[in-house]
C-alpha cells in the first residue's frame, strides 16, 4: 500500500514540475497535438503555393500602396477563408513614402566632368533634395569613426559601409537609419551607403529611425561603386557628389490584419499570445523572403491549427503586420491601440517571425527564466521529429515588430532558423523574389513555429512575466541595446 501511494506520489511529482501537466479535462497532450501538426503541415501546408500565387498576383507590398492595400486584403481573405470569423481589419494613418527618381554623380573637384553611378533612394528621404558636396570616408559609419572625423563630415557627404568591413575585436554594427542619425547628428549635408554584398546589387530600407522623413538626402551605391569611388578619393582629396532625388510622401491609412483564436481555459483565456510577421515589403522586389516567408508561416500556422481543432489555453491573436520597413508602424500602432483598450495588459508573450527560415530552435530573447521552457519544448518536438535540432539562444535584438513589445516589457523572442549566403545577399534588393524560397526550409518554419505556439499557450505558466519600467530599463541594458534606443529616440529612461 505504501509503495503504491509513493508511485502515486512521484508521478504527480514529474507532472506537476513540468510545465504542461496531464491530459485532463479533454486537453489534448504535446505530444498527441505535436505529432498531428507534424502530419498536417507535411502534407496539407499551403504556405509556399500561398506565398507563390501573392507574388505572382500581387508583386510588392509597400505599405500605402494599391498593391499594399491588396495584400491587406489577400492575408485577410485567407484568414477567413481558413475559418477565423473573428478577422479584422486595425487600421492606422501613416506617413508613406514612395521613390521617384535619383541619381548620383561624381567629379573632381573643381570639374564639371561629372560621372553617374548606379544607385538607390533609401526610404524616408526628403521628398526633393539636390545638394553638391565633398564625400569624406567614413568607414564602417560607427559612433568611433565619426568622433574621428567630427570636424572633417561637418557639410559634407558620408560614403560608409552598410555592413562592418574589418571590424575591431568587439565591434557591433548599427542599423542603416541609427548610422544615418549619427551623420545627421555630426552635421552631413548627405549619405552615401556602401552596400556590402559584391555583385552590383543595390540595397534599399529606411534611413529613418523615428518612420519620418529625414532631413537629409540617404542613397545606396553598390560594392563595386563604392570600391572604385574609394580608390578616387584616395588619389583625389576633395571628390564631389552631387545627389538630386524626388520622392513622393502623403499620409495614407495602412491595415494590420489580425485574426484571433480564443482560449479555452477560463484561468488562461485572459491571457493573450501574439504570434505575428510584417506583410508589408519593399518596391524593389516581390519581398518573397522579407517577409513573405514570414508573414506566410504566421498565416500557415493559424491555418493549421483551425484545421487540426487545436484547443488552446491561452488566447492567440495571429497578426500579419503593415508598416514595418518604414519604422515598425504597424505593431506600433497595434500597441498603442492596445494601450488605449487596456489590452495591452492581457499580452503575455510574443513570437515574431522576420525572414524566419528552416526553424531549427528557438531563441529566448535575453529572458533567462524562458530558457528551461523553450529546452522543453525543443525536447519534445525532438522525439517526435528528429530532423528538429533543438537549438536554444538567449539574446534580444531591434528593428523588427518584436521591438514594439519589447519596449512595453513583454516578453519577446523568435525561432532560430538559416538562410543560405545567396538568399541574404538579396536582403532588400530587387533579386528578392520567389525563386529564392524554399518549399521544405518553409514548411519547417510553419512546423515547428506551430509546436512552439501551442507548446507556449498551453502550458501552465509562461516563467517570463512582463516587466516593470524600470526593469524594462535595466533588460536593455544587459542585452546591450541602450545606444541602440538612444540614436532610434526610443531610450525613454533619461540620460542617467
Not at 509556399?48 to 505572382?56: I, N, P
Not at 491561452?314 to 505593431?331: K, Y
Amino acid at each position: 500500500m505504501k509503495r503504491s501511494i509513493l508511485s502515486v506520489l512521484i508521478f504527480v511529482f514529474l507532472i506537476t514540475s513540468s510545465g504542461f501537466g496531464p491530459s485532463i479535462g479533454g486537453e489534448e497532450s504535446l505530444e498527441s497535438a505535436f505529432k498531428r501538426i507534424k502530419d498536417e503541415v507535411d502534407q496539407n501546408s499551403l504556405a509556399y503555393s500561398s506565398l507563390g500565387t501573392a507574388c505572382q498576383t500581387l508583386g510588392h507590398r509597400l505599405t500605402g500602396s494599391e498593391k499594399g492595400k491588396k495584400a491587406e486584403e489577400f492575408a485577410f481573405n485567407l484568414f477567413k477563408k481558413y475559418g477565423f470569423r473573428d478577422t479584422k481589419f486595425q487600421g492606422f494613418q501613416v506617413e508613406a513614402w514612395a521613390r521617384d527618381t535619383v541619381t548620383l554623380s561624381i567629379a573632381p573637384p573643381k570639374s564639371d566632368d561629372f560621372r553617374e553611378v548606379p544607385v538607390v533612394s533609401l526610404a524616408m528621404t526628403p521628398v526633393e533634395a539636390n545638394i553638391t558636396g565633398t564625400m569624406v570616408d567614413m568607414g564602417n559609419g560607427l559612433d568611433v569613426d565619426f568622433e574621428a572625423k567630427k570636424e572633417q563630415i561637418k557639410g559634407k557627404v558620408a560614403v560608409m559601409n552598410i555592413g562592418l568591413v574589418d571590424p575591431k575585436p568587439g565591434q557591433k554594427n548599427l542599423h542603416r537609419s541609427e548610422k544615418t542619425a549619427l551623420a545627421i547628428q555630426y552635421g552631413a549635408i548627405g549619405v552615401i551607403f556602401v552596400n556590402t554584398v559584391k555583385g552590383q546589387v543595390l540595397l534599399t530600407g529606411t534611413a529613418s529611425v523615428t518612420g519620418n522623413l529625414i532631413s537629409i538626402p540617404a542613397v545606396c551605391i553598390s560594392w563595386e561603386s563604392g570600391v572604385e569611388i574609394r580608390k578616387w578619393l584616395l588619389e583625389q582629396p576633395g571628390l564631389l557628389s552631387l545627389i538630386e532625388m524626388h520622392n513622393v510622401s502623403k499620409p495614407i491609412k495602412a491595415r494590420n490584419v489580425v485574426a484571433t483564436l480564443k482560449g479555452d481555459n477560463k484561468k488562461y483565456r485572459k491571457e493573450k499570445i501574439i504570434i505575428g510577421g510584417h506583410l508589408d515589403s519593399w518596391d524593389l522586389s516581390t519581398g518573397a523572403i522579407d517577409n513573405g516567408i514570414g508573414s506566410f508561416s504566421v498565416i500557415d500556422i493559424a491555418r493549421t491549427f483551425k484545421a487540426l481543432g487545436l484547443k488552446n489555453k491561452r488566447t492567440i491573436e495571429f497578426v500579419a503586420f503593415m508598416g514595418e520597413e518604414e519604422g515598425l508602424l504597424g505593431s506600433k500602432a497595434y500597441i498603442e491601440r492596445a494601450k488605449k483598450t487596456g489590452e495591452i495588459d492581457e499580452i503575455v508573450y510574443m513570437i515574431n517571425l522576420d525572414m524566419t527560415n528552416n526553424v531549427s530552435g528557438f531563441n529566448a530573447g535575453g529572458r533567462d527564466e524562458l530558457v528551461a521552457l523553450l529546452k522543453e519544448i525543443g525536447n519534445k518536438i525532438k522525439s517526435i521529429d528528429p530532423a528538429f535540432g533543438n537549438e536554444i539562444s538567449n539574446s534580444a535584438g531591434l528593428h523588427s515588430d518584436h521591438q514594439s513589445f519589447l519596449l512595453e516589457g513583454i516578453p519577446a523572442s523568435a525561432p532560430i532558423g538559416r538562410l543560405e549566403k545567396r538568399v541574404l545577399d538579396c536582403y532588400h534588393a530587387n533579386c528578392d523574389s520567389f525563386d529564392l524560397v524554399n518549399k521544405k526550409e518553409l514548411e519547417n518554419t510553419v512546423k515547428y513555429t506551430a509546436m512552439l505556439l501551442y507548446g507556449v499557450a498551453n502550458t501552465n505558466s509562461i516563467p517570463a512575466k512582463k516587466l516593470d519600467f524600470y526593469s524594462t530599463r535595466d533588460f536593455f541594458i544587459k542585452q546591450n541595446l541602450r545606444r541602440d534606443l538612444e540614436l532610434g529616440n526610443e531610450w525613454r529612461w533619461g540620460k542617467d
